[in-house]
């Protein structure tokens, strides 16, 4: 397990943690620090590192993306020493209930322990929170307007992601996508591509990529197509991650999210 400091330019720091679990499957998450604001928490696994930079670098308060537990995997011992929080109040909610998850993940992150102490806000201004669902229903997205900044969490991840939970709103996505993109970020700090530059233009090709790959998906099921062949046909198989998820995180999941909206089955 390791935690590097880098600095991205004044004022801005990525935290960036990975373990050897989570590298062998090519996995690595980043935290970010805007000022003295946190934007995320890691994992689980991360807990000892993630308290050691919190205890140099003083954030006066953490904003969580979303629930996932490579981002909000450190919530409850960062509420634990008395820092305030901003996330969703599903995201809360969710850390609250403590959903169980799949082994994969507990391995290469670590399962977030429940969250039972009581979170105090704080104001982040002048750095705004701005709804951002998609990829998950709580997920937030942090823009600073004075440096053009937008800190993404999961929003991005890559132009040409053909991967997701079957939760996730692929629709939802294209449009909190442009909305973003409409912000005209010009650095997007991913949770796990780093920095990418022209923000703006990425989150266009992204936004138009997807919504060309859900009508695709739509015009295949249309000719009575199974699942399982859209998902051969459009992306020649199946991922490693999604063998090693269980199918959870895979391409399949991406077609079956794309479907069961398509059916008005949206769980958003
Ligand atoms: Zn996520």
Partial sequence: MSLAHETVEAGVRRLRMRNWRGTAVGYEVSAYLLDDVLVDTGFAHARAPMLEAVAALQPR????????????????????????????????????????????????????????????????????????????????????????????????????????????????????????????????????????????????????????TIAAIEALAREGVAGGEIVKRLFEGESLVGWASGGEYSRAGFVRAVLQESKGHCQY
């Fill in 61 to 212: 308060g953490v904003i969580v993306t979303h629930w996932h537990e490579d981002h909000a995997g450190n919530v409850p011992a960062l509420g634990a020493i008395g820092l305030p929080m901003l996330m969703h109040e599903a995201c809360e909610a969710q850390l609250r209930a403590h959903p169980e998850i799949r082994l994969y993940r507990r391995v290469v992150w670590g399962r977030t322990p429940a969250l039972s102490q009581s979170i105090e806000p704080f104001d982040a201004s002048p750095l705004a929170v701005v709804a951002a669902p998609g990829h998950s229903a709580d997920h937030i997205v942090v823009w600073d307007a004075e440096r053009r900044i937008l800190v993404s969490g999961d929003l991005f991840l890559g132009v040409k992601v053909r991967i997701a939970h079957d939760h996730e709103s692929p629709r939802t996505l294209v449009d909190t996508l442009r909305r973003m993109a409409a912000l005209e970020p010009r650095l997007l700090l991913d949770a796990h591509r780093g920095v990418v530059r022209d923000g703006a233009a990425q989150l266009r090709a992204k936004a138009d990529w997807t919504e060309e």
